[in-house]
């Protein structure tokens, strides 16, 4: 009976977990797309950046795309400031997509995420160090005092154990 399982098993691939959430966020998303159309079109042109983060990170957590998505919204959101403050409208739209000056706001902040990833992790690595350092001198100072209080037997008794083994 265990083998019939295994076979069965075997042609057939397990569906994702997420698939039915994945489906229904798209049906949900599409009336807000229709109506919201020329914003998307800014939007899909200003956020490519943060589209190509999401295929080249392979972590779990995708703190890559995660950085780069934020500031290349924040260098997109003037583009679509812009065109919210002229009634979304179709033209608007193709001209903000278009503006050398977007593309270059847009990218420029995608490229700070970058910077801010690829550089966060050694400056953290050395501030970490440097903090547990500190710790580990204060903790030695602190065992010099108790030594210095109760004597040789505190560093011994440690070394050999507790005196019930």
């Known amino acids: 009976m ?3 399982a295994n076979e069965a098993g075997k042609g057939s691939r397990p569906r994702k977990a997420g698939m039915g959430r994945v489906l229904v966020t798209g049906f949900l998303l599409l009336p807000v797309i229709a109506v ?3 914003t998307c079109m800014v939007l899909a042109s200003g956020m490519a950046p943060t589209v190509v983060a999401f295929l080249v990170d392979r972590s779990r957590n995708k703190f890559l795309t995660l950085t780069v998505g934020m500031m290349n919204f924040c260098g997109t959101l003037p583009g679509v400031v812009d065109l919210w403050q ?3 409208s179709y033209d608007m739209a ?8 977007f593309w270059a706001l847009a990218y420029a902040a995608a490229g700070v995420g970058w910077l801010i990833y690829l550089s966060l992790p050694p400056v953290l690595d050395t501030f970490y160090s440097v903090v547990t350092d500190r710790r ?8 010099a005092a108790l030594v210095d209080t109760w004597g040789e ?10 005196a019930g083994d």
Not at 94 to 100: F, K, L, M, N, Y
Not at 136 to 143: N, P
Not at 153 to 162: F, H, I, T, W
């Open 86 to 88: 002229h009634w979304q």
């Open 136 to 143: 580990i001198a204060a903790l030695r100072k602190r065992q």
């Open 94 to 101: 193709v001209r903000i997509a278009t503006d050398p000056f």
């Open 2 to 4: 265990a083998s019939q």
């Open 36 to 38: 919201l159309f020329p």
């Open 153 to 162: 037997e505190v560093v011994r008794a440690e070394r050999n154990g507790p």
